[in-house]
């Protein structure tokens, strides 16, 4: 079976890469402005759910190691493939009008609104007011898992050829990027002002977005028609059509390939994923302030990451997903340094601007790169529960290794005292990226003379 991107190009007219101007242009597209607005939903329980989190909990007297640990309520969203079959064979009851893709995403969003809600009202005071916090996050990590997949699978098979899909990359790492920034940034000097908790409940609220954008958009016609062609999902052969049948489906479609493609998958980010839970109690402990952080974020940070997905996407044009995947990798380690030489540096304001623009510009890149060549990668048939596969290998190492982060943190500081404890181990994750560059480079040129005839 073809894959998404190559049945496209088979039915498509070949047509020029577009230059900057042509690329923001289609940003007003009524296709393109909903794929934003997904992103942002899709982007906006992330961090509430995780490294947000860790500064509430950081400022609260949480310990590192505790930190570290309740991060891995992420990986509730590297194993959404158990699942994506199920959001891609079946409609949402009484929802079914809206189409699979639309029915699902609205339930989801519901549910990470009231989910985001109830960490707003219980909040982490005392023990078990942390297990309950812990509660509703994992309840809208779950639920915003779900979103990914849906709107994935929508991003995937709304495109018309390979370039749109370039574009709702593009778009789609906007509106998430926004998100995050939102969420890491503007929440902070909410939060100086209203207390965390109210921050969180406008967090909550703010999901009418996704809500209005799933409202606006158009259900995929192609995930009409795979919908109606496969097995009934109850059946024998439809189960294993379901959950074996994506992963056999890939194996044939990419041959000897597949497996190379996986590994570069599952490490092309695994450096992000390691410093994440650490990276706000590093700014509490390096004596920076909420507003600080904040205004950083939400000023500098925010074109700095416009700028890096911007570019991402103009590089997905021009110069193909595979060439574009090795620029990411290679932008990818400094992010770790920049952080490395914040420890190095103590609180200075001009050294953490620095390392925020360095941290956006590359974090924004490597997304759109790392998202566009997986989707160029899924088969019509498979959308969801492949993409979701492919997102799980992403992230699932990562994820599992990060909860290690706080204590890693702590081992190395009897030794070295806190702060260059945190310089060693950012420095640590950024060595992961090189084996990351080397197989990306070798995964290229194979795919090239696999294609030769």
Same mark, same amino acid.
């Given at each position: 079976?073809?894959?998404a991107?190559q ?11 577009k ?8 940003l007003?597209?009524p296709?393109?402005l ?7 939903s ?8 995780g ?26 969203? *590297?194993?959404?493939?158990l699942?994506?079959?199920?959001v891609d064979r079946?409609d ?11 029915g699902?995403m ?13 960490m707003a ?14 509660g509703?996050a ?8 779900t979103?990914?997949i ?7 098979e ?5 370039e749109?899909q370039?574009?709702l990359s ?10 995050m920034?939102?969420?890491d *940034?503007?929440?902070l ?9 109210? *921050?969180?409940?406008v ?12 409202l606006?958009?158009?259900e995929?016609?192609?995930a009409a028609?795979?919908?109606s062609?496969v097995?009934?999902?109850?059946s024998a ?6 959950y074996?049948?994506p992963l ?30 650490m ?6 402990d390096?004596?920076?302030t909420?507003?600080?952080v ?6 500098v940070?925010?074109w ?6 911007a ?8 110069l ?5 995947l090795?620029?990411?990798a290679i932008l990818?380690?400094?992010?770790n340094l ?5 420890a ?8 953490f601007?620095?390392?925020?623009i ?7 890149f490597a ?18 529960t ?9 992230a ?5 290794l ?5 204590g890693?943190v702590?081992?190395l500081?009897?030794?070295?005292g806190?702060?260059h404890?945190?310089?060693?181990f ?20 194979a ?7």
């Open positions: 079976m073809a894959t991107h049945a496209a190009e088979e039915t498509a007219p070949k047509k020029q890469a230059g900057w101007r042509d690329v923001m242009r289609a007003r597209r296709k393109v909903v794929m934003l607005l997904l992103g942002f899709s982007g906006l329980p992330f961090l509430l759910t490294n947000t989190l860790g500064f509430w909990l950081r400022e609260g007297g949480s310990d590192l190691a505790a930190i570290g640990f309740l991060s891995w309520i992420g990986i509730v969203y *590297s194993l959404k493939m699942w994506a079959p199920l079946l949402v009851p009484g929802l079914g009008w809206l189409g699979r893709r639309r699902w609205l339930v989801s969003q519901i549910i990470i609104g009231a989910g985001l809600l109830g009202a219980v909040g982490p005071a005392g023990g078990e007011g942390l297990w309950a916090l812990g509703f994992l309840m809208a990590a779950f639920a915003s898992a979103q990914d849906v709107v994935d699978a929508w991003r995937i709304s495109a018309a050829d390979g749109e370039g574009l593009a778009a789609y790492q906007i509106g998430y990027r926004a998100a920034l939102a969420t *940034s503007l929440i000097l909410l939060a100086a002002g209203i207390g965390w908790q109210m *921050s969180y409940g967090a909550g609220l703010t999901m009418v977005i996704g809500i209005g954008a799933t606006a958009a158009t995929p016609v192609r028609l795979t919908g062609a097995k009934p999902l109850w052969s439809g189960l294993f059509d379901a074996v049948g056999l489906v890939f194996l044939r479609s990419h041959g000897q390939l597949a497996l190379l493609m996986l590994l570069v998958v599952c490490l092309y980010r695994l450096g992000d994923f390691m410093i994440g839970p990276i706000n109690p590093f700014y509490v390096l004596g920076l909420k507003e600080v904040g205004t950083v974020r939400a000023s940070g925010l700095a990451s416009v700028a890096g997905i570019l991402g996407g103009l590089c997905s044009v021009k193909g997903f595979g060439k574009t090795i620029l990411g990818g380690p400094f992010s920049a952080f490395s030489a914040m190095l540096a103590g609180p200075d304001i001009g050294v601007t620095a390392a925020i360095v941290d956006n510009i590359s974090t924004g997304g759109v790169a790392l998202t566009a060549y997986m989707s160029s990668l899924t088969s019509i048939g498979y959308t969801a492949q993409y979701a596969l492919l997102t799980s290998f992403y699932l190492l990562g994820k599992v990060k909860g290690f982060s706080g890693i702590d081992a500081t009897p030794a070295w806190l702060l404890a945190y310089g060693l950012f420095a640590g994750t950024a060595l992961v990226g090189v084996p990351v560059v080397i197989l990306c480079i070798i995964l290229n040129r795919t090239a003379a696999h294609r030769q005839p």
